[in-house]
């Protein structure tokens, strides 16, 4: 018979012993896959999510009508050519034959028509690039399909590499009662996360913590080398990050990541830091409605405040922006005006405005939300703005908060620091989203220009089919705008992501970067070599 | 008695749905657009509008509202474009699961450290006791997790950082939510012992506060009841320390320990925000915290009504447990009806 501490002794002896077997216990992990660490949620349905971590989802699960390559230059996808009619108001698209969907069904021309439809009739995400423009979609056989337009849409190929297809009778068979008429909720219930695709990926499982895509071994494309696996993992905390990274048990970050969380990811033996300029750039907004900021002089003695070099050093591979579209973009203007940090200059302006002398009764808020380098570009101003003898306040706000703000004048900040990038390769993505009336009321221009001359000078330019003259008009658009100077451009943001180089091949790193949005996540192009990864581990 | 604490909670909870759903609607921003997007047209806002009634006044809106929500229809959620139901019913066993651990090492931890500092009390092993329990209560969960990831996912490479299970394993079929529970349903120990592997540090990082308080309190409870008289006749009549600890003093004395477990379980659950998002816990706590953070109205009215009727069934069940432990209670109410 055992005494009371003896027993007490072989019960502890037991837990540790448990403890022990369950923490050696080892899973042996998959060879050829790829994690990346994703906002969340995600969302599969193309007709409805547009931000980053959607669209990176969607294009590994999904097939665009054409796509792109490092260039720019629009090449075949399901579509294997196109006529474009001399008027410029009729597309028509030769589809290939025999591309399968997830389910086994073939992709066809009523496909491309359904998707079309369904992205108007829903009208989120990215639909306005298309809902303006198409007038109707025509089936001519199984295997083409016309797009007729309301009126010319000169960037309308180079806006299709965005375009996803989805399943018609898939989605058409999970159709639910809703707001779309006959159309019920248009299979949106089901689409926003089941596959409904036919891209290189097909959905594996769908937690609320990943996503995790497996690679189609029917996909119509050689994707042999492609990696097996692709998971997004919904987690942006830098502690995780850094000891994901060192386990190897994740190969990209997304690109929200801080300077500070790279800097310490590229510490990690096998991890360096890829670096491009893709479109993003970064501007301080002035709400042109509001005083002292209705004065255009007000307006450029802040822009001639603004210390663009400083702001440059704390992004690290950031450049100053010229003007209103970055100049990795095609249509931006290299050769437009350009201010710098002259506190002279600024202070002359201000002599000129009609607000002169009472500029105490105006102060003027700079808000900020999203990441620290914003703060810090909000700081610099308002710095600099004191010793011109303007009165700015920086005020933290959330991104929530800053959209119902921009919905009217009066609630639009003076000043605020945004982000923005454009959907499509083109200088029209920008001008038209940051510039035209029709996107005042959105956090998209919070600078409430409503200048019907604009507004006709950007309508022009994008209808114009020819891309020589479209692009002179985008050099004309971009001059006027940055003479009512409503915006201070301050740096183009470059895209900065951690990655396994030890035992992965990523192009997007050695500067093959194809321009069109989140076409740097898409698998296919990517090689990973798992006994590369293993070498690491046993080190 | 029973009966009219529960009609006295519904009351609340309806108290509770006219205050957020009086709150959802006087924020600034129009729903509408802040559901469809920037550049939705004014035709599709406006279908989204009448469908959703918001073209109505507030009081037809609240009557909308509230009679979807009574037949668990919370509305689609901004973010997710999920309904929120289905959101809730996906994040909640997993925080379900989080707290349900946090509370077994809360018990086991917190009570054993409690009734050993009582029992040893003004010896090296209370003062040990005393200093684990106030490490405890200073240190926020969010600083043991990152402490705890960094030496054991990181340095030590001993237990997984992130989730709820192992990539290569497969979520067991869907029975209660819970992975461990469900994977000792189905007889699945791998799944089960991944699953436990997982929620080691983020349910000790969660529940530390809790095992903090909960020593202390034992230990002061323990401690007062080892002076009374049925304690000090037990001891003369040479029954051993072990069976008066185990019978007659343990009882007695968790009285206040479990109004406070109850109470902790409401707080673990909303606040387990920093702990689910460390871990990339798919939780309630972090669904919810999302949903303030980005405006996301039916979202947040779903999780209050949620954690209300958590704090409140809560309420009751500690009620009940400390009239089971403590006949008197029951007997003094019985007699003031």
Redesign the interface.
């Given at each position: 018979m055992l005494n009371?501490k003896t027993k007490i002794l072989l019960i502890t002896l037991c837990v540790v012993g448990i403890l022990i077997s369950?923490?050696?216990?080892g899973?042996?992990?998959?060879p050829s896959i790829v994690r990346y660490n994703a906002d969340?949620?995600i969302?599969i349905?193309p007709s409805?999510?547009?931000d980053c971590q959607s669209v990176t989802a969607n294009v590994n699960l999904f097939d665009p009508l054409v796509s792109a390559d490092t260039n720019g230059n629009i090449i075949p996808h399901v579509a294997e050519s196109w006529d474009v009619a001399s008027d410029g108001l009729t597309y028509t698209f030769h589809l290939r034959s025999g591309i399968k969907f997830h389910d086994g069904s073939e992709l066809t021309a009523e496909d491309v028509k359904f998707s079309m439809d369904r992205m108007i009739t829903?009208?989120?995400?990215?639909?306005?690039l298309w809902?303006e423009a198409v007038q109707e979609i025509e089936v001519i056989d199984k295997y083409t399909v016309v797009f007729h337009m309301k009126t010319t849409f000169g960037p309308f190929l180079v806006t299709l590499p965005s375009f996803f297809i989805v399943n018609k009778e898939l989605i058409m068979a999970n159709i639910s009662p809703g707001?779309y008429d006959d159309m019920g909720d248009y299979g949106?219930?089901y689409a926003?996360?089941r596959d409904v695709g036919s891209g290189p990926y097909m959905l594996k499982?769908f937690?609320?913590?990943?996503l995790?895509l497996e690679k189609n071994p029917n996909y119509f494309m050689d994707i042999s080398t492609a990696p097996d696996e692709f998971?997004m993992?919904?987690?942006s905390?830098p502690?995780?990050l850094?000891?994901?990274m060192?386990?190897r048990?994740l190969e990209m970050t997304f690109r929200w990541c801080a300077s500070e969380t790279l800097k310490s990811l590229a510490e990690i033996k096998g991890v360096e830091i890829a670096q491009w300029l893709l479109g993003s750039a970064e501007y301080i907004t002035m709400n042109t409605r509001k005083p002292p900021l209705d004065d255009i002089h007000v307006r450029k003695a802040l822009a001639w405040a603004f210390d663009y070099e400083e702001a440059v050093k704390i992004v690290p591979g950031s450049v100053q922006a010229r003007g209103p579209v970055p100049l990795g973009v095609p249509g931006s203007d290299a050769n437009s005006f350009q201010y710098h940090l002259d506190l002279e200059k600024a202070k002359l302006e201000l002599k000129q405005s009609k607000y002169y002398g009472h500029f105490d009764e105006y102060p003027i808020d700079i808000s900020w939300n999203s990441n620290k380098s914003m703060e810090k570009h909000a700081m610099l101003l308002m710095a600099n703005a004191t010793e011109i003898g303007l009165n700015v306040n920086v005020v933290e706000t959330?991104?929530?908060?800053f959209?119902?703000?921009s919905?009217s004048i009066e609630?639009t900040p003076g000043l605020h620091v945004l982000s923005a990038n454009s959907y499509y390769p083109e200088a029209a993505s920008l001008l038209q989203?940051r510039y035209h009336s029709s996107?005042t009321g959105?956090?998209?221009q919070a600078e409430w220009l409503l200048d019907p001359v604009l507004d006709e000078m950007i309508e022009d330019a994008i209808a114009t089919t020819d891309k020589d003259e479209r692009f002179a008009k985008y050099s004309a658009v971009t001059r006027y705008i940055i003479d009512l100077c409503p915006t201070i451009f301050t740096i183009e943001t470059p895209e900065r992501r951690a990655y396994q180089s030890a035992y992965m091949d990523w192009p997007v790193a050695r500067g093959e970067v194809i321009p069109i949005y989140k076409y740097d996540n898409s698998m296919r192009y990517i090689k990973v070599y798992p006994e590369k990864r293993e070498e690491l581990l046993k080190k | 008695m029973f009966i009219n604490r529960i009609l006295y909670s519904i009351f609340v909870l309806w108290g509770l749905s006219v205050f957020i759903f009086v709150i959802s609607r006087i924020v600034p921003g129009d729903p509408a657009r802040m559901t469809l997007g920037a550049r939705a047209s004014e035709e599709v806002l406006q279908r989204f509008r009448i469908a959703m009634h918001y073209d109505k006044s507030i009081v037809v809106q609240y009557y909308h509202w509230f009679k979807d929500v009574l037949h668990g229809d919370f509305g689609i959620s901004l973010i997710t474009k999920h309904p929120v139901l289905e959101d809730i019913s996906r994040v909640l066993p997993a925080s379900l699961e989080l707290t349900i651990f946090a509370f077994i090492f809360i018990i086991i931890i917190g009570i054993t450290i409690g009734v050993i500092s009582a029992r040893y009390h003004n010896t090296w092993v209370d003062n040990l006791g005393r200093f684990a329990a106030y490490f405890g209560i200073v240190t926020p969960s969010f600083v043991f997790a990152i402490m705890g990831m960094l030496i054991f996912c990181y340095i030590l490479e001993v237990l997984p950082a992130m989730g709820r299970l192992s990539p290569e394993l497969i979520y067991p079929p869907k029975i209660t939510g819970l992975i461990t529970i469900d994977a000792l349903i189905q007889g699945n120990f791998i799944v089960f012992f991944d699953a436990f592997k997982h929620l080691i540090l983020p349910s000790i990082s969660l529940g530390l506060l809790g095992m903090a308080s909960d020593a202390r309190i034992t230990r002061a409870s323990v401690y007062n009841n080892l002076g009374k008289d049925y304690i000090i006749a037990a001891q003369s009549y040479g029954i051993p320390d072990r069976v008066i600890m185990f019978r007659d003093l343990l009882k007695p004395s968790l009285i206040p320990v479990v109004s406070l477990l109850a109470l902790q379980f409401g707080s673990i659950l909303s606040q387990a925000f920093l702990v689910e998002l460390i871990f990339n816990w798919p939780g309630f706590a972090r669904y919810g915290m999302t949903a303030i953070i980005q405006k996301d109205l039916n979202a947040i009215s779903g999780v209050v009504l949620i954690l209300g009727i958590f704090r409140i069934g809560g309420n009751i069940i500690v009620d009940f447990l400390v009239g089971l432990l403590d006949p008197r209670i029951q007997l003094i109410k019985e007699r003031s009806e």
């Open positions: 009371g369950i923490l050696s216990m899973i042996a992990s998959s969340w949620p969302i349905d409805v999510g547009a829903i009208g989120e995400g990215i639909s306005y809902s707001i949106r219930g926003i996360d499982d937690t609320g913590e990943y995790l998971k993992i919904g987690s905390e502690i995780l850094k000891t994901l060192s386990r048990e959330t991104w929530a908060l959209c119902s703000d919905a609630t989203a996107t959105t956090w998209l | -």
